[in-house]
């Protein structure tokens, strides 16, 4: 009794943040923690864009003009796994943080003090990533995807690098296990499950996936720490290894990842075409199904990374025919996005525009991902620039502009400000156009035979990859507007309203912009 | 004004499927995939083709219906939201028809892949052994075996800050010292394996790559009727010279093939050179 007492007692103190620094050094908020991922994982998009820019800048006329060969991989290396463990990743974190308790009901995460620690391993994790760019031998150079045994000639970088996976890795997983924790635990009264928004369902069916595969790929680096360090042979042929296997296990992980940095995007998309569209999400139900196809199927299609390793043809069959049929699940929700426009009451401010944005492109990088699913033509396309392409409509105008759109969607809420809706649109378009000129001309590339992840090339392909550089360096200044956008705001602006958006639904808009320290203090009832 | 607007409308669907059709007009400015000069790369090119139509066709669909949605769906001109968010028959009409159209894609693409794969009763071999940062070939049957490295102009052009410009360079980075020689009409059976770390053994007019892979040999196979000289590079990430390591092919009518071998025979017959050790090594 006197416990209890005592306990509420204390509570009244942490109503409000602590003062200064050390507010975001022992932050339990999710609002704070949410914040803290939203703005490394800014930081971490223009380090691994300055990555990019190293890159086209290169790329620009044939030749090598600017940095050695070896220097190039580190830089493709590096990009790549920057902006997927260091801004997506975070940045779908983040989100959650800031948006699961709002939408469900809850005060807060379920496990505060974890968030926290999963959240402070990130810098450091980063710092020793980026750190291994000035040991002896340069950062890791074997590609993101770090396959035995190129990787093992790395340098000194190398036991730092897997270090930083693991930590990556660590943090993942605690978050995932937050937001499990947390939605099956914290829903407020009448939340069923299939009543909760789908920026919800998503992110708790990549929770599991996250759980599900981070752990693998722990293992497959751990071995390659053992096998360079320890005498193992796991994936070393002369000692009896197989470096294929290496391949199995990065992309039995690989592929689940690849809908990690997609299923939330599905999510965000889902929450703003509603919304502008005036009308409610089509297929509610099957949306939830067809992101739980998606999620089973990412585990059994893992080889079509692989078709030119040399597999069985009963394999790539298997693999092929498996890949193909996430068509129809990924169709299924642009068909229900499409249908949610249908006879709606349209209108465009930023978080819509990237929306559509996001499924115009998005389906693009559907359709290249649907002919390199077609094994025969793998055989041509694997690991050219039309992968590139692919993976880059995926990630970037897919992805990144989910995060986006949900930035502008959401900021007003956190913030209690207005953004600038001239200036988004701009940033907008800008984007877009340069996007296209940045990633459309590499699909010519590859079809006409660039091989991916080289310094220099055949001067037939010169010209697209000069108009790939300007869309590169256009693209990458533009961004800046973003940044420019995102912290004005925090800063100051138009007072925005609770509702902010006439047409949102949902919890969140229920709350105050911004919202209380701790989200629902007392649960709402959900009819 | 409504017909304008369908005039416009019409218009505008024509205009994108022009542009999305431009990918097989524009073959010949480095667009797009070629056919190749094998049964497997003509096969393989018009898989690609068949699948990029489908999917134009998709497109027009699904995008036409947003933009169309998007056109007259507006607020702005006075648009009221409906009230449906629901139709199983809908739902289930659009994940049939996908699934159908699946099936279209995997019956031709089945019987490529199968093709592509059977390496069986080959006319000849050649063992294909990659190496950081060049490519070596045997013919065991003829006792051959050599290196083949970038060549030397692309190599001093490439150097970082060289006063070479590529451009001035014949075949820039896709020129090498020597080149693998084959016969026309010929079933060439390739065993590719590696002698460090992965790389990829890829001509595309050959219609494939595969892997080389230390430990592992794979096999793959061509046939090509007609003499010529195609150009690959390797497509795996192999290290700092990963750029720099490319592939030159040259078929030869049966005569031509036969001078050739004799040639390199007498060759390695006249000097104990480091390609007559090579064979006996790589054997
Ligand atoms: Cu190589």
Redesign the pocket.
Known sequence: MSEATTHDAHDHHDHGPAKGLMRWVTTTNHKDIGTLYLLFSLLMFFVGGAMAMVIRAELFAPGMQIVDPYFFNQMTTNHALIMIFGAVMPAFVGLANWLLPMMIGAPDMALPRMNNWSFWILPFAFSMLIGTLFMDGGAPAAGWTIYPPLVLQTGDAFPFMIFAIHMMGISSVMGAINVIATILNMRAPGMTLMKMPLFVWTWLITAYLLIAVMPVLAGAVTMLLTDKYFHTSFFTAAGGGDPVMYQHIFWFFGHPEVYILILPAFGIVSQIIPTFARKQLFGYSSMVYATASIAFLSFIVWAHHMFTVGMPVAGELFFMYATMLIAVPTGVKVFNWVSTMWKGSMTFETPMLFALGFVVLFTIGGFSGLMLAIAPSDFQYHDTYFVVAHFHYVLVTGAIYAIMAGTYYWLPKWTGHMYNETLGKWHFWLSTITVNILFFPQHFLGLAGMPRRIPDYSVQFAEFNMISSIGGFAFGLSQLMFAYIVISTIRGGKKASDQVWDGAKGLEWTLPSPPPYHSFTEAPEVK | MSHKKSVWLQRALLGGAMLLGAGSAAAEYGLNMTPGVTNVSGEVYHLHMLIFYICCAIAVVVFGAMFYSIWKHRKSVGAEAANFHESTTVEIIWTVIPFAILISMAIPATKALINLEDASDPDMTVKIT?YQ?KWHYAYPEEQIAFFSSLDAKSNEARQLGSSVDPASVEDYLLNVDNRLVLPVGKKVRFLITSNDVI?SWWVRDLGWKKDAIPGFINEAWTRVEEPGVYRGQ?A?L?GKD?GF?PIVVEFKAQADYDAWVAAQKAQAGNSKSPVATVVAAVN
Do not use: L
């Open positions: 990659g940062w790389h390797c795996e192999c990963h390591m």
